[in-house]
């Protein structure tokens, strides 16, 4: 059994701009066909628009507020909203609120770098 707690997860920042804290993948566990990690948006931070050709995502809002953009929808966002990114598709999160926004985001396969190609504004 492979436990995590997310103090003990190193931060990074991923091609997309966001900062992860990786809880399982197949670089920390036995999981190998997904990934889950919290991401953390600071006030007025947002993630650079893109798209991963072979991942899909879901995003679950822990706490904060913000706006969500997958291709031309637009929604706001908060704490128990789960988003759905397909393959392929254009996104970005925003920050909104007056408080840094923590979401986990669940992708399958396991997030990489590579299959992240940031789109033109």
């Known amino acids: 059994m492979d436990v995590t707690h997310i103090d003990r997860v190193p ?4 091609k997309d701009g966001s900062e992860i804290g990786e809880l399982l993948s197949h ?28 991942t899909e995502e879901i995003y679950y809002i822990l706490a904060g507020h913000g706006s969500m953009h997958v ?6 966002v908060g704490p128990g909203d789960a988003i759905a990114i397909p393959p392929g598709t254009r996104h970005q ?6 408080a840094v ?3 986990l985001c669940c ?3 396991a997030y990489e770098d ?8």
């Open 11 to 14: 931060a990074f920042t991923t």
């Open 27 to 54: 670089r920390n566990s036995c999981i190998r066909r997904q990934s889950l990690a919290e991401a953390r948006l600071p006030l007025g931070g947002a993630t650079t628009p893109h798209v991963h050709p072979q």
């Open 114 to 121: 590579e299959d992240t190609l940031l789109a033109q504004p």
């Open 107 to 109: 992708c399958a396969p």
């Open 71 to 76: 291709d031309d929808q637009a929604r706001a």
């Open 93 to 98: 999160i925003r920050n909104t609120g007056p």
């Open 101 to 103: 926004l923590k979401f």
